[in-house]
């Protein structure tokens, strides 16, 4: 008997021993931190369907009483009826629009103000994403207005500024899952007005429009020198030259040398017609494509040549007078360029217009541009600038299930936007108590 008493007194001591220990290990177990569980690729797993709405697909007119059949993320058919597992999940938008996610190719939110590196007229180094502040309620106040992608650019102080981001709207996840993936990078140049004030007010160059251009061929001649030592050295390398030094490292000439490689969306902050065609005649010295020009009040005065070089236009609708470069903005500009053959889409250069870029596109119908050409000018065309126009844009099978659904017709002023769809997901759902998130947990 004392035997077995000292025996269960042993098993108890074990016991207690083995939970110590579990206890410890616990402790000083490492935690996840929140920001670490943000940052994990999501994977997306869904079965939806959109019934009842008119569609309003971009590529093929309307639908009314259409259906949308998302898988995994992706648009897998659409039409008036489509074929769904009995398990999908069912959104009834009878009475309702539904159409792309906006895009806005024109975007300064969620910068945490840090979008001019106003100490060099020159800083193609830069990355917005090191600025990006995710959690910026900008994003949900645009994403609440129907908007799903945008591109973050660099200001209009350096006449060749930093590199862009393209986020999406996913408000409530890290800042990676936020990132579009796959997007191409763009570069954010400027010229007029901005770079010659900033600079030239501190009596440095550039201080003149000759000046600015003068900064950048130089800058990309510089470049062109930086990619010949490269080149010649890589050469001695494949020759079995084991003694050749490679040159320095130049973040600044490396980004350059990307503008001029073609691996960098060109995206031009610029007003007048003359300068248009400096800006192209640069590019063609230098072998580099511009995408975009942005603002582009002017471009109506020379739309045909912008057509010939194969650069679209982001633009406001009535924006102009502001400042002298844009004092010859007509609201016509956009009909005119479309007519010339320019891809045109309305941006908004603004955290409060890009709560109502839908409105934008409204407005620019009254000035010649038919519905189906308003909305590509906040869906498809945005979507061209940015180089993810195969994956968004468009009510198309395969393409991400970005998708938005509104109160009454979009492009009137009193439309609101019911839910928003990223990837398939609802991230936003005006129903729903907590200012419509459905990601985000915290008090606003």
């Not at 001591?13 to 994990?40: D, M, N, W």
């Not at 690729?41 to 569609?55: A, E, R, W």
């Not at 489509?82 to 009475?95: E, R, W």
């Not at 200001?155 to 997007?183: E, W």
Request: one cysteine or more; proline letters at 4%.
């Amino acid at each position: 008997m004392a035997r077995r008493s000292h025996l269960s007194g042993t098993l108890l001591l074990l016991v207690c021993f083995l939970l110590g220990i579990s206890a410890i290990a616990q402790q000083h177990k490492p935690r996840q931190s929140s920001t670490a569980s943000q940052t994990e690729t999501p994977t997306f797993k869904n079965d939806v369907v959109i019934k009842g709405g008119t569609l309003l697909t971009v590529t093929h007119g309307r639908i009314p009483n259409g259906s949308i059949y998302i898988h995994n993320g992706k648009i897998a058919a659409i039409g008036k009826t489509v074929k769904a597992p009995a398990n999908a999940t069912v959104i009834d938008a009878t009475g309702k629009w539904v159409m792309p996610g906006i895009i806005d190719s024109h975007s300064h939110i969620a910068l945490d103000g840090d979008v001019n590196e106003a100490t060099s007229p020159v800083t193609p180094q830069m990355m917005m994403k090191d600025a990006f502040d995710y959690d910026d309620k900008a994003i949900y106040r645009a994403l609440a207005g129907g908007v799903t992608t945008s591109l973050l650019l660099h200001g209009s102080a350096n006449m060749i500024g930093g590199q862009a981001i393209v986020i999406k709207h996913k408000y409530g996840l890290g800042r990676d899952q936020m990132l579009f993936p796959g997007a191409p990078q763009s570069i954010k140049f400027a010229s007029g007005e901005n770079p010659k004030r900033v600079y030239g007010q501190r009596n440095q160059l550039p201080s003149t429009r000759m000046g600015n251009f003068e900064v950048m061929r130089q800058s990309f001649l510089d470049a062109r020198h930086y990619m010949q030592e490269w080149d010649a050295y890589e050469a001695k390398v494949k020759k079995g030259n084991k003694d050749a030094t490679p040159p320095k490292k130049d973040l600044k000439l490396e980004a350059l040398a990307d503008i001029l490689r073609g691996k960098l969306l060109v995206q031009i902050h610029c007003y007048r017609a003359d300068e248009f065609l400096t800006e192209m005649a640069l590019a063609k010295e230098f072998g580099y494509k511009v995408r975009a020009f942005h603002h582009a009040l002017e471009a109506y005065k020379v739309a045909d040549k912008i057509a010939a070089n194969g650069v679209a236009i982001a633009t406001w609708p009535d924006w102009w007078g502001f400042k002298y470069e844009a004092w010859d903005g007509i609201p016509w500009n956009a009909a005119i360029c479309l007519r010339k053959g320019v891809r045109v889409a309305l941006k908004s250069d603004s955290g409060d217009v890009t709560r109502r870029l839908n409105q934008e596109a409204g407005k620019i119908m009254h000035y010649g541009v038919s519905e189906d050409d308003a909305l590509k000018m906040i869906t498809l065309n945005p979507a061209w600038i940015i180089g993810v126009d195969k994956r968004v844009g468009s009510l198309d099978v395969g393409k991400d299930a970005d998708i938005t659904i509104w109160n009454s017709y979009p492009l009137s002023s009193t439309a609101l936007v019911d839910e928003v769809l990223i990837d398939g997901d609802v991230f936003f759902n005006r129903a729903l108590p907590g200012l419509g998130l459905t990601h985000y947990k915290e008090v606003q």
